[in-house]
C-alpha cells in the first residue's frame, strides 16, 4: 500500500524560508519520479517540483526556478521541498506525489499516487 505523507507547512512572512517533507512507504523503491505540487484557493493544482529518483534530475516550474529546491534521501524514503524567499502567491496546500512509470518527471498531469497535503501560508 503506497503512504505520502507530507509534513513541515506552516505560516512565514514574506522572504522567509520553509521545508517540506514528505515521508513515504510502499513501492518507493520502484517510483522513477516524486514531484511537488501545490494548490491555491480558487486555482488549479499545479506542478511545482519534481525529481528522478534513479538519476536525481530535477524540474521546476518557472516561478519557483531559484528559490525552491527538491531533493530525496533514498536511505529514508523521505523527499523533501526547501523553500525560500516565500511569497504571498506561493500561498497553497503542498501535495507530495510519486509516479512509476514516466518518461518524464516534468510531465506533471501524468501522476496517481497523492498525499493529503500540508498548508503553506505567507503572509506580507
Known amino acids: 500500500q503506497v503512504q505520502l505523507e507530507e509534513s513541515g507547512g506552516g505560516s512565514v512572512q514574506a522572504g522567509g524560508s520553509l521545508r517540506l517533507s514528505c515521508a513515504a512507504s510502499?513501492?518507493?523503491?520502484?517510483?522513477?519520479?516524486m514531484g511537488w505540487f501545490r494548490q491555491a484557493p480558487g486555482k488549479e493544482r499545479e506542478g511545482v517540483a519534481a525529481?528522478?529518483?534513479?538519476?536525481?534530475?530535477?524540474n521546476y516550474t518557472d516561478s519557483v526556478k531559484g528559490r525552491f529546491t527538491i531533493s530525496q534521501d533514498s536511505a529514508t524514503n523521505t523527499l523533501y521541498l526547501q523553500m525560500n524567499s516565500l511569497k504571498p502567491e506561493d500561498t497553497a496546500v503542498y501535495y507530495c506525489?510519486?509516479?512509476?512509470?514516466?518518461?518524464?518527471?516534468?510531465?506533471?498531469?501524468?501522476?496517481?499516487?497523492w498525499g493529503q497535503g500540508t498548508q503553506v501560508t505567507v503572509s506580507s
Open positions: 506525489a510519486a509516479e512509476h512509470r514516466l518518461v518524464r518527471c516534468g510531465a506533471w498531469t501524468m501522476y496517481n499516487y
Open positions: 510502499g513501492y518507493f523503491g520502484r517510483w522513477n519520479c
Open positions: 525529481i528522478s529518483t534513479a538519476t536525481s534530475s530535477t
